[in-house]
């Protein structure tokens, strides 16, 4: 399945919907052959012009439920922070490899580790909104890192709306996740609308996560954006390997 900028319309039963908002998206170039361990079996990194990225995201989780139209109050809104890698599969379904998903509800990680095998991890977490600034924080609390938590600081100044150049829709317009599950690999796919996009400027950025899950950058960061979210739904996991 081709990157495209509207999603394919899903088929099947709905397997959770949710709305992520507030996003902030920044993005370094990686070596494929340098992220291919951390891809599941029968999943490549997906590439562009030679080269794969991956994705630093803090955001805000509201309205997470079960099904297409029901949302959790309490359990389905948190802030997260994912890192996040580019793939494709043999059927050339691209999709999202999550190296890590920092969340602020222990009880929302537990649930997602044991569905669908997400790397979620339990976080101190604060978003803060003021003016035309955005600030992200976090601290890893479980599962701990020696010698001390993974920390984010993401600070960003929100500009005028933007036109995405063809590597940022290439990025942004992800249709579904690859992740191991039961001992195997699936594709979950997911449909949203256009990302409604804003330029960023950093402010403050002060990061662990993209090197604490080991993920080595190979050049300087694209433009960060920022988007107000969208509303998504997934569909049912669709096997692999």
């Known amino acids: 399945m081709a990157v495209t900028e509207s999603a394919p319309p899903l088929s099947g039963p709905r397997l959770s919907a949710q709305r992520w908002a507030n996003l902030t998206f920044l993005h370094w170039p990686v070596e494929p052959a340098a ?5 599941p079996a029968g999943v490549r990194p997906d590439v562009i012009d030679g080269l794969s990225y991956v994705g ?32 494709v599969d043999d059927e050339g379904r691209s999709g999202i490899v999550f190296r890590t998903l920092e969340a602020s509800r222990l009880s929302t990680v ?22 035309d600034l955005w600030r992200y924080r976090s601290a890893r609390r479980w599962p701990r890192v020696a010698p001390h938590p993974l920390r984010n600081l993401v600070t960003v100044r929100v500009g ?24 195997r ?7 949203h609308g256009p990302w409604p996009l804003r330029s960023a ?4 950025l002060d990061d662990d996560l993209v090197a604490g899950v080991g993920v080595p950058v190979a050049g300087d960061m694209l433009r960060p954006l920022f988007s107000p979210g969208v509303r998504t739904t997934f569909g049912w996991p669709q096997r692999v390997r």
């Open 35 to 39: 992220v291919q361990e951390f891809l």
């Open 56 to 87: 630093l995201v803090p955001f805000q989780m509201r309205g997470a439920g079960p099904g297409g139209r029901l949302p959790v109050p309490y359990f389905g809104d948190f802030a997260e922070t994912n890192v996040r890698l580019y793939s």
């Open 110 to 131: 537990l649930l997602a580790r044991w569905s669908l095998g997400l790397p979620y991890t339990w976080s101190a977490m604060r978003v803060t909104h003021t003016a």
């Open 160 to 183: 005028d709306p933007v036109r995405p150049t063809p590597l940022e829709t290439w990025l942004t317009s992800r249709w579904g996740l690859h992740t191991r599950l039961a001992g």
């Open 185 to 191: 690999t699936v594709w979950v796919p997911n449909e």
């Open 201 to 204: 400027e950093i402010v403050d």
